[in-house]
Protein backbone atom coordinates (compact mmCIF):
# COMPACT_ATOMS: atom_id res chain seq x y z
CA UNK A 1 0.00 0.00 0.00
CA UNK A 2 1.12 3.02 -1.06
CA UNK A 3 -0.47 6.68 -0.11
CA UNK A 4 0.15 8.50 -3.08
CA UNK A 5 0.65 12.43 -3.34
CA UNK A 6 -2.77 13.55 -3.03
CA UNK A 7 -2.34 12.67 0.75
CA UNK A 8 1.04 13.36 1.21
CA UNK A 9 0.89 16.73 0.01
CA UNK A 10 -2.10 18.00 2.00
CA UNK A 11 0.26 18.31 5.28
CA UNK A 12 -2.46 16.60 7.98
CA UNK A 13 -2.28 13.74 9.76
CA UNK A 14 -2.97 10.98 7.50
CA UNK A 15 -0.40 12.85 4.67
CA UNK A 16 2.39 12.36 7.46
CA UNK A 17 1.92 8.89 8.13
CA UNK A 18 1.60 7.97 4.91
CA UNK A 19 4.86 9.57 4.29
CA UNK A 20 6.60 8.69 7.40
CA UNK A 21 4.91 4.25 6.14
CA UNK A 22 6.24 5.47 2.33
CA UNK A 23 9.87 6.36 3.81
CA UNK A 24 9.54 2.64 5.65
CA UNK A 25 9.04 0.88 3.03
CA UNK A 26 11.84 2.62 0.71
CA UNK A 27 13.97 1.73 3.81
CA UNK A 28 12.81 -2.13 3.60
CA UNK A 29 13.15 -1.94 0.14
CA UNK A 30 16.52 -0.74 0.02
CA UNK A 31 17.69 -3.20 2.88
CA UNK A 32 16.23 -6.29 0.64
CA UNK A 33 18.26 -4.68 -2.43
CA UNK A 34 21.49 -5.09 -0.26
CA UNK A 35 20.07 -8.02 1.04
CA UNK A 36 19.92 -9.83 -2.24
CA UNK A 37 23.12 -8.25 -4.02
CA UNK A 38 25.10 -9.78 -0.89
CA UNK A 39 24.24 -13.31 -1.54
CA UNK A 40 24.54 -12.43 -4.87
CA UNK A 41 27.76 -11.47 -4.66
CA UNK A 42 28.87 -14.17 -1.50
CA UNK A 43 27.82 -16.67 -3.75
CA UNK A 44 29.64 -15.75 -7.01
CA UNK A 45 32.77 -15.67 -4.28
CA UNK A 46 32.03 -19.17 -3.34
CA UNK A 47 31.87 -20.81 -6.98
CA UNK A 48 34.43 -19.39 -7.78
CA UNK A 49 37.16 -21.66 -5.79
CA UNK A 50 35.14 -24.43 -6.10
CA UNK A 51 34.94 -24.35 -9.87
CA UNK A 52 38.58 -24.92 -9.73
CA UNK A 53 38.53 -27.64 -7.71
CA UNK A 54 36.33 -29.42 -9.66
CA UNK A 55 38.26 -28.96 -13.11
CA UNK A 56 41.53 -30.13 -11.55
CA UNK A 57 39.50 -33.06 -9.41
CA UNK A 58 38.49 -33.95 -13.02
CA UNK A 59 41.73 -33.58 -14.26
CA UNK A 60 43.69 -35.62 -11.82
CA UNK A 61 40.50 -38.53 -12.41
CA UNK A 62 40.73 -38.39 -16.44
CA UNK A 63 44.47 -38.80 -16.80
CA UNK A 64 46.40 -36.01 -14.42
CA UNK A 65 46.38 -38.77 -11.70
CA UNK A 66 49.68 -40.48 -13.74
CA UNK A 67 51.78 -37.59 -14.28
CA UNK A 68 54.09 -36.16 -11.02
CA UNK A 69 54.07 -32.45 -12.41
CA UNK A 70 50.08 -32.40 -13.26
CA UNK A 71 49.34 -33.90 -9.85
CA UNK A 72 51.42 -32.01 -8.03
CA UNK A 73 49.87 -28.97 -9.81
CA UNK A 74 46.32 -29.91 -9.17
CA UNK A 75 46.85 -30.91 -5.23
CA UNK A 76 48.47 -27.44 -4.85
CA UNK A 77 45.71 -25.46 -6.36
CA UNK A 78 43.02 -27.56 -4.74
CA UNK A 79 44.94 -27.26 -1.35
CA UNK A 80 44.95 -23.54 -1.97
CA UNK A 81 41.41 -23.12 -3.36
CA UNK A 82 40.38 -25.33 -0.57
CA UNK A 83 41.99 -22.74 1.86
CA UNK A 84 40.89 -19.57 0.42
CA UNK A 85 36.59 -21.20 0.38
CA UNK A 86 37.43 -21.64 4.11
CA UNK A 87 38.44 -18.16 4.99
CA UNK A 88 35.46 -16.97 3.11
CA UNK A 89 33.09 -19.06 5.43
CA UNK A 90 34.67 -18.37 8.19
CA UNK A 91 34.82 -14.39 7.49
CA UNK A 92 30.79 -14.90 6.08
CA UNK A 93 29.91 -16.81 9.47
CA UNK A 94 31.30 -13.45 11.31
CA UNK A 95 29.41 -11.06 8.98
CA UNK A 96 26.61 -13.04 10.12
CA UNK A 97 27.02 -12.96 13.16
CA UNK A 98 26.74 -9.22 13.59
CA UNK A 99 23.70 -9.34 11.36
CA UNK A 100 22.05 -11.76 14.21
CA UNK A 101 23.50 -10.20 17.23
CA UNK A 102 21.86 -6.86 18.27
CA UNK A 103 23.83 -6.81 21.77
CA UNK A 104 27.23 -7.64 21.82
CA UNK A 105 29.27 -8.50 24.88
CA UNK A 106 29.66 -5.39 26.42
CA UNK A 107 31.46 -5.11 29.50
CA UNK A 108 34.02 -2.20 31.05
CA UNK A 109 37.64 -3.21 29.65
CA UNK A 110 41.21 -1.78 29.81
CA UNK A 111 42.18 -0.84 26.21
CA UNK A 112 45.60 -0.19 26.45
CA UNK A 113 46.83 -3.85 27.51
CA UNK A 114 44.81 -5.30 24.92
CA UNK A 115 46.70 -3.14 22.05
CA UNK A 116 49.83 -4.01 23.47
CA UNK A 117 48.76 -8.15 24.01
CA UNK A 118 47.89 -7.63 20.29
CA UNK A 119 50.28 -5.74 18.62
CA UNK A 120 53.31 -8.29 20.11
CA UNK A 121 51.18 -11.15 19.01
CA UNK A 122 51.07 -10.52 15.69
CA UNK A 123 54.81 -9.35 15.82
CA UNK A 124 55.46 -12.57 16.37
CA UNK A 125 52.85 -14.60 14.44
CA UNK A 126 54.51 -12.43 11.52
CA UNK A 127 57.52 -12.26 12.84
CA UNK A 128 57.30 -8.17 11.90
CA UNK A 129 58.00 -4.70 13.61
CA UNK A 130 55.05 -2.91 15.08
CA UNK A 131 56.17 0.15 17.35
CA UNK A 132 53.81 0.76 19.74
CA UNK A 133 53.42 4.45 20.89
CA UNK A 134 50.88 5.40 23.61
CA UNK A 135 50.33 8.77 24.70
CA UNK A 136 48.04 10.79 27.21
CA UNK A 137 46.20 7.24 28.17
CA UNK A 138 46.33 5.41 31.12
CA UNK A 139 47.07 1.70 31.59
CA UNK A 140 43.47 1.86 33.25
CA UNK A 141 41.47 3.43 30.59
CA UNK A 142 38.27 2.12 29.86
CA UNK A 143 35.70 1.01 27.26
CA UNK A 144 32.42 -0.32 27.25
CA UNK A 145 33.02 -3.03 24.78
CA UNK A 146 33.44 -6.42 23.24
CA UNK A 147 37.30 -7.24 24.60
CA UNK A 148 36.82 -10.32 21.33
CA UNK A 149 35.46 -7.74 18.94
CA UNK A 150 37.92 -4.90 19.73
CA UNK A 151 41.02 -7.71 19.56
CA UNK A 152 39.66 -9.00 16.26
CA UNK A 153 39.17 -5.45 14.93
CA UNK A 154 42.80 -4.98 15.68
CA UNK A 155 43.70 -8.72 14.00
CA UNK A 156 42.14 -7.30 10.65
CA UNK A 157 43.52 -3.80 10.58
CA UNK A 158 47.05 -5.18 11.47
CA UNK A 159 46.62 -8.01 9.36
CA UNK A 160 46.26 -5.82 6.66
CA UNK A 161 49.25 -3.79 6.84
CA UNK A 162 51.17 -6.98 7.37
CA UNK A 163 49.81 -8.07 4.02
CA UNK A 164 50.35 -4.48 2.04
CA UNK A 165 53.91 -3.01 3.42
CA UNK A 166 56.92 -4.23 3.94
CA UNK A 167 58.15 -1.70 6.56
CA UNK A 168 57.98 -1.59 10.15
CA UNK A 169 54.28 -0.66 11.11
CA UNK A 170 53.30 2.53 13.85
CA UNK A 171 50.90 1.60 16.24
CA UNK A 172 49.49 4.96 18.23
CA UNK A 173 46.95 4.94 20.59
CA UNK A 174 45.96 8.78 22.36
CA UNK A 175 43.08 10.23 23.79
CA UNK A 176 41.28 13.04 21.26
CA UNK A 177 38.21 14.78 23.49
CA UNK A 178 36.84 11.86 24.82
CA UNK A 179 37.78 9.47 21.90
CA UNK A 180 40.41 6.92 22.04
CA UNK A 181 42.09 7.06 19.23
CA UNK A 182 44.25 4.43 17.34
CA UNK A 183 46.12 5.03 14.24
CA UNK A 184 47.72 1.92 12.34
CA UNK A 185 50.34 3.16 9.57
CA UNK A 186 52.04 1.55 7.42
CA UNK A 187 54.58 2.15 4.30
CA UNK A 188 53.46 -0.05 2.10
CA UNK A 189 51.72 -0.38 -1.18
CA UNK A 190 48.80 1.97 -0.55
CA UNK A 191 45.31 2.42 -2.54
CA UNK A 192 44.92 4.77 -5.77
CA UNK A 193 42.63 7.41 -4.97
CA UNK A 194 39.77 6.07 -6.77
CA UNK A 195 39.55 2.63 -4.90
CA UNK A 196 39.43 5.00 -1.22
CA UNK A 197 35.74 5.09 -1.19
CA UNK A 198 35.04 1.30 -2.07
CA UNK A 199 37.42 -0.29 0.88
CA UNK A 200 34.69 -1.11 3.21
CA UNK A 201 32.42 -2.75 0.85
CA UNK A 202 32.14 -6.44 1.36
CA UNK A 203 33.79 -8.61 -1.07
CA UNK A 204 35.54 -5.35 -2.39
CA UNK A 205 39.45 -6.07 -3.25
CA UNK A 206 41.61 -3.53 -5.05
CA UNK A 207 43.94 -5.67 -7.37
CA UNK A 208 42.47 -9.44 -7.81
CA UNK A 209 46.20 -11.21 -9.06
CA UNK A 210 47.73 -9.17 -5.94
CA UNK A 211 45.29 -9.90 -3.78
CA UNK A 212 45.01 -13.52 -4.41
CA UNK A 213 48.59 -14.01 -3.56
CA UNK A 214 48.13 -12.36 -0.57
CA UNK A 215 44.79 -14.39 0.14
CA UNK A 216 42.36 -11.48 0.67
CA UNK A 217 38.76 -11.93 0.84
CA UNK A 218 37.45 -8.39 0.67
CA UNK A 219 35.70 -8.56 3.97
CA UNK A 220 38.27 -8.10 6.34
CA UNK A 221 37.04 -3.53 6.39
CA UNK A 222 33.48 -4.83 6.19
CA UNK A 223 33.93 -6.48 9.25
CA UNK A 224 35.87 -4.27 10.91
CA UNK A 225 33.55 -1.54 10.15
CA UNK A 226 30.97 -3.73 11.88
CA UNK A 227 32.49 -3.25 14.63
CA UNK A 228 33.47 -0.13 15.07
CA UNK A 229 29.85 0.72 14.24
CA UNK A 230 28.63 -1.87 17.07
CA UNK A 231 30.76 0.54 19.63
CA UNK A 232 29.16 3.49 18.27
CA UNK A 233 32.25 4.56 16.72
CA UNK A 234 33.95 5.81 13.51
CA UNK A 235 37.08 4.35 11.48
CA UNK A 236 38.86 6.22 8.17
CA UNK A 237 41.16 4.65 5.64
CA UNK A 238 43.56 7.03 4.15
CA UNK A 239 46.36 6.10 1.55
CA UNK A 240 48.65 7.02 -1.41
CA UNK A 241 49.26 4.87 -4.03
CA UNK A 242 52.81 3.69 -3.12
CA UNK A 243 53.44 5.22 0.16
CA UNK A 244 51.38 3.83 2.52
CA UNK A 245 47.85 3.88 4.56
CA UNK A 246 46.57 4.79 7.83
CA UNK A 247 43.47 3.50 9.59
CA UNK A 248 42.46 5.79 12.13
CA UNK A 249 40.05 4.67 14.50
CA UNK A 250 37.54 6.57 17.20
CA UNK A 251 36.57 4.88 20.05
CA UNK A 252 34.16 6.46 22.34
CA UNK A 253 35.88 6.07 26.44
CA UNK A 254 33.39 4.40 28.97
CA UNK A 255 31.53 7.37 31.15
CA UNK A 256 30.86 7.45 34.41
CA UNK A 257 27.00 6.95 34.04
CA UNK A 258 27.36 4.03 31.99
CA UNK A 259 27.18 0.86 33.64
P1 LIG B 1 41.27 -8.23 2.03
O1 LIG B 1 40.83 -9.48 2.72
O2 LIG B 1 41.32 -8.36 0.53
O3 LIG B 1 42.50 -7.63 2.62
P2 LIG B 1 39.82 -5.97 3.19
O4 LIG B 1 38.35 -5.72 3.25
O5 LIG B 1 40.53 -6.12 4.50
O6 LIG B 1 40.03 -7.24 2.27
O7 LIG B 1 40.48 -4.81 2.37
C1 LIG B 1 39.91 -4.43 1.13
C2 LIG B 1 40.99 -4.00 0.15
O8 LIG B 1 41.57 -2.76 0.58
C3 LIG B 1 42.16 -4.97 0.08
O9 LIG B 1 41.94 -5.99 -0.84
C4 LIG B 1 43.31 -4.07 -0.34
O10 LIG B 1 43.30 -3.91 -1.73
C5 LIG B 1 42.96 -2.75 0.31
N1 LIG B 1 43.71 -2.55 1.58
C6 LIG B 1 43.27 -2.76 2.84
N2 LIG B 1 44.21 -2.44 3.74
C7 LIG B 1 45.29 -2.03 3.05
C8 LIG B 1 46.60 -1.54 3.40
N3 LIG B 1 46.98 -1.44 4.68
N4 LIG B 1 47.43 -1.19 2.40
C9 LIG B 1 47.05 -1.30 1.10
N5 LIG B 1 45.84 -1.73 0.70
C10 LIG B 1 44.97 -2.09 1.65
Known amino acids: LMLGPKYTSRGDEIGRLGHTFNEMITHL ?3 DRKQRQFVADASHELRTPLTVIESYTSMLQRWGGNDPAIRREALDAIHSETRRLKSLIESLLKLAEFEREEQAMMEEMALVPLVRETTEQMEQAFNRDIRLTV ?8 LLADAKKIKQLLIIILDNAIKYSVKPIDVTLADVSGFAELKI ?3 GVGVAEEDLP ?3 ERFYRVDQTRNRET ?3 GLGLAIARQIVDLHHGTIRFDSKAGQGSTVTILLPWKTQSEH
Open 29 to 31: QEH
Open 185 to 187: ADQ
Open 215 to 217: GGT
Open 135 to 142: SGVSERQR
Open 198 to 200: HVF
